[in-house]
């Protein structure tokens, strides 16, 4: 496929691009609303519309279709599903893509986990640790916020590694037919 197009083609590309983009990161918010399990991997697929914006569309385009989806999911489903894509399943792709076009891949890894521990723990002061754990199985203190660290850079590294087969599998086998 030629990449060849005059400038007009390319704002229409960029456009049609973008709108898919919104529209699929939209429709998976909204579909994990409803599912009994698996919701994360629908958030996860949603996020994928982020990093296929940045392959596809560049940095600029990529804010934009992540500005689009966070504001469309807070329209419906509502704050709570926003705030979670906005907070992390649009965040951590935006922002991991951002680190690795400018520093080494493992400084990238450490300033995004390191920045998720303190949006998390920030969370927890801000929320309380009572409305998002309900039960903390008798940790308590130090050992807690230990634990919860090291459950915090468990999910990253989880969702990172899901977050890359989803993208070389859109790279290898969709990208190569559109």
Sequence with gaps: MS?????????TRRI???GMLIALGWLMNI????????????LAIASLAVVIAWLELGRLDTFMVYLGICLLTLIWP???QAAVFALFFGLCPLLML????????KWAVICVHSI???????????????????RTY????AVLYLALAVLVQLVLFFYSHVLKLLTEYWVQRIRPYH
Excluded: Y
């Design 138 to 141: 008798g940790l308590t203190g």
């Design 31 to 42: 579909i994990s609303t409803f599912l009994p399990t698996g919701r994360l991997f629908v």
């Design 3 to 11: 990449t060849d197009f005059s400038p007009k083609q390319n704002f």
């Design 16 to 18: 049609a691009w973008g």
């Design 78 to 80: 509502g704050v709570l």
């Design 98 to 105: 951002n680190f690795d076009s400018w520093m080494p891949r």
């Design 116 to 134: 998720f521990t303190i949006l998390f723990f920030g969370a927890l002061v801000v929320v309380g640790i009572e409305a998002l754990l309900p």
